[in-house]
């Protein structure tokens, strides 16, 4: 956004003006000779309307940019997965093991989830994995594991799509299909989903801006997803005393600025199963419309990432202290 | 910390053995000739006892590294202020303009805060600004009407120091003396106000990992700081669309392993005043002490950092806000 | 790399061996009642023998962690492209538009490139944009203009692969199947490129770690891939004067460490055609082994990139000084 | 930069016309009823002069943004350190150990290192050390140790001052204060060295931004410097396969956009003995005035750093080296 001075103005007064509804003035551009003067707002500025700004005192113009991403500006906050709704009052709770496992093992999990509340079960059928020779997931057959196991329950399943190919089987077995971090700047990926007209959940890319996130989103949407549900995991960082560096401030400003429904992922921000508690409270705190977690029955022998994983017989503790903490989070922005 | 494997070991059941206490394997180290085996365990694993890693079956030695900050890990997380504790249960609001900017202004904000039962007056005396031709703060006349107006009111200061030559003058004054983010490594500075006796606020450093920051408590404590309170406000980020990068992963580490009183800045976190409802929300249920908010009567007249000041007629409603939500968070880190 | 040490050692007289030959120390290890000591080696230091390591007085044993990208280890700096060399000495120069726009313009291109001895025609067909209203690229026919353009003037094509379902169109008529920034942790898209078949060119994620990137190699010569190029395009910095961050202490490290073959794309890494020629300069002197320069005849009408486009009547000259750099550069790394 | 269209300018070749000059337009500004039209231009264009845009058919005015930093844009790129010229011509070497450790050693450095033509003794008197509990430097002794080894070899002495009460004795004793990469933010120590009267070498803070770094240069210069030399030594990267990511494209930028003299630290940017030639060299085919080395008689027994420290008799090979690639980078920037 920039602010235009009239030659008559007083800059300091204007400056105040902006300052006094939480604009912060990023540069100030001078013509030669002094014709000219404008105010160009910092992207980290409270939202405020432009006609309100246009009649401050001593201002000529005030231009903005035009929306990159229409459509995820229009979608709102609330998410509808077959008839359960995200982002609309209580948290969503999106559990599961990292890898799907067996087909008696994501049915006995989902049946212990579901007994706690839990909607949405989650599972990797087809896993990212660093190295190539890591466990790269079971493939379709898991997709029919967790799909019978959801419908066992009554729960909805998400799940990750890594290539454009298994696509059409993921969205057949899936309600929502999941775009994982390392693919969210992958636009073939992101427009064969979209395609698939499913609701999609995207992970935030590691490295990525707000506004690259955004556009990511747009691809979904302009591609014939019906909604997005935005997901923050934590970014890249510096430190090695956390896996990722979940960034809540990211979650605060497309929930409360963008009104998106975001989730947040505290099993792999922390990488430590021991700060999950106080980092889901934190995220559902800041206005998360829900949490990702891993959970597993048998940790020490989980295929994946099984350090991160909650055991499941901790998971009723676990969810009833969040759940407490989302009843008293009421979610009111204004003060 | 590192596992040893004896010759006789199933590496594979070790390794669930350790996942299943959520310990990460962060590398396999083998002798030449298959001799030793090593598990280097990950920064990012949970706290664990060695001695329950050792009684493991095959492992034939646990190792850990010595602690570089002993002070700071015995320190605890309850801290004194002149009376007023920090970390002992109901947060600590810490509030004030960024800038001392007059006698009556300073005393006008110490009247208002501590009848909303604010405890705890900030604001700058000492400007450490990017640019040399910034307002660089009032100085030492500054202190004392901070010191009167807070006296008046029985509220505690809290005020930064930025130079060796003022911190005698900082600390005749203030209750705490913070070092602000910039000065995080400026170990001559740390030691200068270990000298001097008073409890430190240490703000985190822009780049600084969580063992560099420890460090520099260390160097407070060990050089005569009574105490120290850690302070995060943001890291450096790489998107514009928040001033900063706030990590409550970090303060969740703190916390919950370390044992340490944090206090979390939102109004640098974000610098939009829009989201600090939220992200001091976040911060207070991750397990802060306190918040750090800059206010101001007339933010348009600030003399630094107006647009992420919360006006003073504000306050009453955001801190009302906040009360509400620490008392819902139990902050239990078991469940 | 973790060096331990017998009860009888001297543990400074180890420290100072270590020392001696590059070696940090990260972390000094001790078991409880002081049994054992380990010293863990950081990974930023010199490369050394074990052997050595092991003959040092006080030294009981030396464990290694296996390499965990053995095809990539095992590649070596030169890479065979029909029959023209990357890496085997003189520099390969990879030049060409970013958007390949029409037949008779990139076949333009490729007579004015080749006269000024460029061997190798890079341009888009498929381009990956952030935004899914951008031009995306002509698509198929525009490889078909490559491949004619490049086979009127003995050139090779380098062009890139944005989706799996493009692979086989793409190897068909590139010789080298280039993988963008983006898609470096797309693992479908590094399968299908490897059963390609075709010398790959992978560009380093935005914020991949070198061990992240060795792996991603490591999945394209395990799926088939002949043998694969790596590319320095810049990392996500935090500051906005360069486009990205060129990280030639990457370049340094895949270079005189990992013996690999090294492209960087000064284009991209700084954003600005001023700042071609001296960082094009210094990937040469530092070790890369070309460098992959976007060209137009006229940058203004380039359908993406035109500002950080090199306009092709300055091509001549870049290229000379260029090549006078190279050769001046005996790229001996011992000394 | 903003450009202003006229009401009846064809936006898209306005566009194009910018494009052609290497400017990026980061945002597309309009007005309500789109009454106004500008072109922010991101950071990361080409330098162009404000008139010739203003030229362009379509443009109502151009506007730009006040040097924020005055002094340091009109130094120079030439600095006279008593009678030696820094970013004269040939590179400046500035070499010798991490700490000062004898009155005995450092003469014994001065003596072979001034044989071999470096004539800038560099050395810690004071070291900021991350713990309180490392060795520190032996202070104002070693500065003199420092003096006398260079009076007797006819060197400069280049020294760190690390606490605003030292800078009296160290700008004694040196004839270049050196800020380090810890106090780039510590705005006293900069007065400080400023009003002290020496030349000063800065180095950059470890997430500092390049306006940032700019800035402190020109707290030094309005305090009283002289001169200010900038000084790249890495900034704080993600990857721990190098110590730090030494930053090239910025020195490109500071060397050829801001025509200043940058000295490269390859020591601490890498952190690895093995990779000193390769990023020495690259920096100074990049334009760097000169490059800062840590040398040691006997590395393991060096205080501090030794796993960095070049061996006094691998110097000559080295320093003979970069000589040679020196004398061939002609470092023209145009072509």
């Given at each position: 956004m920039?602010?235009?001075l009239?030659?008559?103005?007083?800059?300091?007064?204007?400056?105040r003006?902006l300052?006094?509804?939480?604009?912060?003035v990023s540069?100030?551009?001078?013509?030669?000779?002094?014709?000219?003067c404008?105010?160009?707002?910092?992207?980290?500025?409270?939202?405020?309307?432009?006609d309100e700004l246009?009649?401050?005192?001593?201002?000529?113009?005030?231009?903005t940019?035009k929306?990159?991403?229409?459509?995820v500006?229009?979608q709102?906050?609330?998410?509808d997965?077959g008839?359960?709704?995200?982002?609309?009052?209580?948290?969503a709770?999106?559990?599961?093991?990292?890898?799907?496992?067996?087909k008696e093992?994501?049915?006995?999990?989902a049946?212990r989830l579901?007994?706690l509340g839990?909607?949405?079960?989650?599972?990797g059928?087809?896993?990212?994995?660093?190295?190539?020779?890591s466990?790269?997931?079971?493939?379709?057959?898991?997709?029919?594991?967790?799909?019978?196991?959801?419908?066992?329950?009554?729960?909805?399943?998400?799940?990750?799509?890594?290539?454009?190919?298994?696509?059409?089987?993921?969205a057949?077995?899936?309600?929502?299909?999941?775009?994982?971090?390392?693919?969210?700047h992958?636009?073939a990926?992101?427009?064969?989903?979209?395609?698939?007209?499913?609701?999609?959940?995207?992970?935030?890319?590691?490295a990525?801006?707000?506004?690259?996130w955004?556009?990511?989103?747009?691809?979904l949407?302009?591609s014939?997803?019906?909604?997005?549900i935005?997901c923050?995991r934590?970014?890249?960082g510096f430190?090695?005393a956390?896996?990722?560096?979940?960034?809540?401030?990211?979650?605060a400003?497309?929930?409360h600025?963008?009104?998106?429904?975001?989730?947040?992922?505290p099993?792999?921000?922390a990488?430590?199963?021991?700060?999950?508690?106080p980092?889901?409270?934190?995220?559902?705190?800041v206005?998360?419309?829900g949490?990702m977690?891993?959970?597993?029955?048998?940790?020490?022998?989980?295929?994946?990432?099984?350090?991160?994983?909650v055991?499941?017989?901790?998971?009723?503790?676990?969810?009833?202290?969040?759940?407490a903490?989302?009843?008293?989070?009421v979610?009111?922005?204004?003060?």
């Amino acid at each position: 956004m920039i602010v235009s001075l009239k030659q008559s103005a007083d800059p300091a007064a204007v400056l105040r003006a902006l300052a006094s509804r939480g604009l912060w003035v990023s540069q100030v551009e001078q013509g030669a000779g002094g014709a000219q003067c404008h105010y160009v707002i910092a992207p980290h500025s409270a939202a405020v309307k432009v006609d309100e700004l246009a009649a401050i005192e001593g201002v000529s113009g005030v231009t903005t940019a035009k929306a990159t991403h229409p459509l995820v500006e229009r979608q709102g906050p609330v998410v509808d997965v077959g008839g359960a709704k995200i982002g609309a009052g209580s948290p969503a709770f999106i559990c599961g093991p990292c890898s799907v496992e067996s087909k008696e093992h994501v049915s006995l999990l989902a049946r212990r989830l579901s007994a706690l509340g839990v909607s949405f079960l989650r599972g990797g059928a087809f896993k990212p994995r660093t190295s190539p020779y890591s466990f790269q997931g079971h493939g379709v057959v898991a997709l029919r594991w967790m799909r019978e196991a959801a419908d066992a329950t009554g729960m909805r399943v998400v799940t990750e799509a890594l290539s454009e190919t298994d696509v059409p089987a993921v969205a057949e077995h899936a309600d929502v299909v999941q775009i994982g971090s390392r693919n969210m700047h992958n636009y073939a990926l992101l427009k064969a989903v979209g395609r698939a007209g499913r609701p999609a959940l995207l992970k935030r890319g590691m490295a990525a801006t707000l506004d690259e996130w955004l556009k990511a989103g747009e691809y979904l949407l302009s591609s014939g997803a019906p909604s997005v549900i935005f997901c923050e995991r934590g970014i890249r960082g510096f430190d090695d005393a956390t896996r990722n560096l979940l960034d809540l401030g990211a979650v605060a400003l497309l929930v409360h600025v963008h009104r998106l429904p975001v989730i947040v992922d505290p099993s792999h921000g922390a990488g430590r199963r021991d700060l999950i508690l106080p980092l889901g409270r934190a995220a559902l705190a800041v206005g998360a419309a829900g949490l990702m977690i891993e959970t597993h029955d048998d940790p020490p022998s989980a295929l994946s990432d099984g350090p991160q994983a909650v055991p499941l017989e901790a998971m009723e503790g676990l969810l009833r202290e969040l759940d407490a903490s989302a009843r008293a989070a009421v979610r009111r922005c204004e003060y």
